[in-house]
């Protein structure tokens, strides 16, 4: 298995920045990626970034291209998205998840998923 734990959701103001972190620990090579979601409220879950365990390729979705950062950290099996000009609707839970392939850039067999960090966006 593969455990995952988010931390660094916060209340920030609009035009903020804010970095949430992802640990993962267990049988992490299982996983070929780690993706970052959202889900705001009364809305489906939808992918953010993931990146690439092996060559730290990285891919984003449209929405957020330019304002967000997924990368490794220094600590081992850690990664970071790094979000800047936050918007309120930005506003979400934010989970980190064990992600097996990117296709097209779509993400496939999300295995194990963190309990998430909310992330509020005050206007």
């Known amino acids: 298995q593969v455990q995952l734990v988010e931390s660094g959701g916060r209340l920030v103001q609009a035009g903020g920045s804010l970095r949430l972190s992802c640990a993962a620990s267990?049988?992490?090579?299982?996983?070929?990626?780690i993706g970052w979601f959202r889900q705001a409220p009364g809305k489906e879950r939808e992918f953010v970034a993931a990146?690439?365990?092996?060559?730290?390729?990285?891919y984003y979705a449209d929405a957020v291209k330019g304002r967000i950062t997924i990368f490794r950290g220094n600590a081992e099996n850690t990664v970071h998205l790094q979000m800047n000009s936050l918007k309120p609707e930005d506003t979400a839970d934010y989970y980190c998840?064990?992600?097996?392939?990117?296709?097209?850039?779509?993400?496939?067999?999300?295995?194990?998923w963190g309990r998430g960090t909310l992330v509020t966006v005050s206007s």
């Open positions: 990146i690439s365990w092996s060559d730290g390729r990285t």
């Open positions: 267990g049988r992490t090579f299982n996983s070929n990626f």
């Open positions: 998840a064990a992600v097996r392939q990117m296709l097209n850039g779509t993400p496939r067999g999300m295995d194990y």
